[in-house]
């Protein structure tokens, strides 16, 4: 396979890379010590707002839809997740319960057109940050909840700090994981919680599928995690009691943490 000269993992800090798949036209490399991987190259930054304008989302929901057996089957996953408990609404409302008390702030980051924040708004004191500008006009208008327009790294928070912060299905979307989940260990409050949710890298489904497996979407998805190299990484930064959920043979998993 061919190597690949990059800066070190940073997941385990080595520098050890091979080429796994072109998809697209995209290089996806992986770390040959931990198994994280990313695209070789990043899409530039400021395409990303383009990516999740109202008409590019629209299409791609009419994509996904597209024909009756489709459409059952996104029926069928909507009620199992609701019946299952694992409708990420209700996972992550039920999580910020187990360690949060009434009135305490909660940021969510790519909080999208808001359906957790729905869920969990008359609880806590929600805040939100999405890179769509349409989306975050939405939730600011029917959700009445204060949202930050723009690239999270960029967003200045003055002196706010939060008791809780959620990536949900968010990770894989950042060329800046390592920079990013440290920054919000740096606006947490002390034992403060992050939860995340992302595709799960590491999986029976990824082995099986290769480079067919849903995960892959290039250049939307450009880093790849599994629970291993996730959890590494977040120690580096200085989480604590990291906890990892989720089944052998889904696409994504769950992770949860103190600062």
Request: glycine share 8%.
């Amino acid at each position: 396979m061919l190597k690949f000269t990059l800066e070190n993992c940073i997941a385990c800090n080595k520098k050890d890379w091979f080429k796994l798949f072109t998809i697209n036209n995209w290089d996806i490399i992986q770390c040959n010590i931990c198994g994280y991987a990313r695209l070789n190259e990043f899409p530039e930054i400021n395409t990303r707002q383009d990516f999740y304008s109202k008409s590019s989302i629209d299409n791609r929901a009419l994509i996904k839809k597209r024909g009756p057996a489709k459409k059952l089957a996104a029926v069928v996953r909507h009620y199992l997740r609701k019946i299952s408990g694992r409708d990420k609404g209700t996972y992550f409302r039920g999580r910020l319960d187990f360690y949060l008390s009434k009135g305490d702030k909660v940021l969510d980051i790519g909080c999208g057109n808001g359906s957790v924040l729905s869920e969990i708004r008359t609880k806590y004191d929600c805040v939100g940050v999405e890179v769509s500008r349409h989306m975050a006009m939405h939730v600011e208008k029917e959700l009445n909840i204060k949202t930050f327009c723009g690239n999270f790294q960029e967003v200045d928070f003055g002196d706010i700090k939060f008791d809780a912060v959620m990536m949900v299905s968010l990770l894989e979307h950042l060329p800046d994981p390592f920079e990013s989940l440290k920054k919000c260990y740096e606006l947490l409050n002390k034992d403060g919680v992050i939860l995340l949710k992302t595709v799960n890298h590491q999986g029976v489904n990824r082995r099986l599928f290769g480079d067919q497996w849903t995960g892959y979407r290039p250049p939307d998805h450009m880093v790849y995690f599994g629970k291993n190299n996730l959890e590494k990484m977040m120690e580096n930064i200085g989480y604590r009691n990291i906890i990892k959920s989720g089944g052998l043979f889904n696409d994504s998993f769950y992770c949860e943490a103190i600062k």
